[in-house]
C-alpha cells in the first residue's frame, strides 16, 4: 500500500495531522494473468502539488511491503478549502484548430487549463490515411477497419466517455466506452456497435465534421524533453533526477492520447524534431462539468462521473482492485487532490527509497486521496494496459484522464465502489 500523511501548516501549529493513505495499483501475478496481461513495478513515484493552494509542496507516497511494513511522509501542507460552484456550461467539446484550451473563469475552467496542455492543428496538407479516418462512417453490416475505428473512438472520447490510448482497434475499453455513452444517452446497452448508437454519436453536425487525425507542428518544448531510462529497482529510481518518460514518442503519444504504436504508424518516416509537422489524434475538449460524485465498477471496469444533479457527464475506463486485493465497498468522499506526488517505497528491512516525480511512476500524474485509508484514484504510467491490469484497491486511469478529472471533481466528492 501506499501511505501519505498530509499535515498543515495550521495544523502542524497545535500538534494535529491528518492521514491518508494510498492503496497501490500492482499487476497480478503472471500466473493469475492472460498473455496481454503485464506486471508492473512494484513500487514508483510522484511529486504532489497541493491543488487547492497556489503554492506546490512536495509529499510522499510510502509502499507497504510483503510484510506489511509502510513508511510515511509529511508534507508542508493539506489540501484545504470549500468546494466552489461552477456556474458555467459545458464547454463544447468541438474545436477549432485548438483543442483543450477552455474560455472562462470557471474553477473548473481555470484548473483544466493549468493540467492539460493546448494543442494548436491544423488540417492542411494531411496525408491519404488521415483523409481517410476523418471522412470515414459506419453503417449496419459493416466491419468496423481501423479508420473507422479511428473516428468511432474520436467520436466517444469528444463525448468524454473515455476509451484511453486511441489506436483504431475496436476492443475492450471501446466497448466499455460506447456503452458508457449507450448509458448516458438512454440508449440500449449492448455487446456490439448498432445504428441507433451510430445515428446518437454523430447527430451533431459539427462534432461529426470535426477533424480526427490533424496535422501539428513539432516544437522546441515538444521534442527538447528530459527522458530516462527507468530502471526496475527502487533504489535505482530513487537516484534519477525524475521518472521522466523514456522517449519523446512516449510524450507525444501521452499527450495526444494516442497508442504510441500507433503514433509510430501514422508518422512512419518522422524523426519527431522540432518544426517537423507529423499527424496526429486530435484530442478534443474535456467535460468542464463540475463532477459530485463517482461510481467506480468492478463489473464493468469503468469509472462513472456525475454532475450535481445526478447526470452521467464523462466514464473513464480503469482499473479497480483484483481478486487477491480487492477495493473497499461501500461510499467514501475525496479528502485530498494532489498533482505529481513523490513515491517512498519501503522494503522488507525498513530501508526506504523516495523516488523523484514524474509521469513513469504507479501514481501517475494525479493522486485523488478518500476518506478511506489506503484507498484513492490515481494515473498510471502505461495507458495501454488500463482495464488489463489488476490493482491493490485504488482505482487507476490513464494520466491524461485522471488529469482531466482532478480538474472537475468537487472537494468531498463520494465516491461508490460497487
Sequence with gaps: MYQLTKISTALLAIGLSTTIFIGQSVAATTENMTATDESTPSSSSSNVINTNSTNSTNSTIANESATNKSATNTPAMEATGSTVKDKSTDMSPVTNGVSQKLTGKSKTTVSLNKFLPTIKYSTENLPEIAQKVNSANWQAGMNINRNTGTK???????????VGPVDGYWGKNTRKAMQAFQKANGLTVTETLNTETWQALTKNDKLMAQPVLVSYQLTEADVNIKTTTIPAGAKEKAKLEGM?????????????????????????????????????YNPGNPNTKPVSRVVADRVTETLYAYDAQDNLVASYPTTVGSTATPSPTGTHTVEVKV????????????????????PNNPVGMVWIGLSKPSYGIHGSPDPARISRQASAGCVRLTNWDALALLGVIQNGATVEFK
Design 152 to 162: 468511432l473512438q474520436a467520436l466517444l472520447n469528444w463525448q468524454h466517455s473515455g
Design 244 to 280: 521522466y518518460y523514456e522517449s519523446v514518442t512516449e510524450g507525444l503519444a501521452e499527450k495526444f492520447h494516442i497508442s504510441e504504436k500507433y503514433l509510430k504508424s501514422l508518422n512512419p518516416t518522422a524523426s519527431f524534431s522540432a518544426g517537423e509537422t507529423i499527424t496526429v
Design 339 to 358: 498533482h505529481e506526488p513523490n513515491y517512498t517505497y519501503t522494503a522488507d528491512d525498513g530501508s526506504k527509497a523516495i523516488i523523484p516525480p514524474g
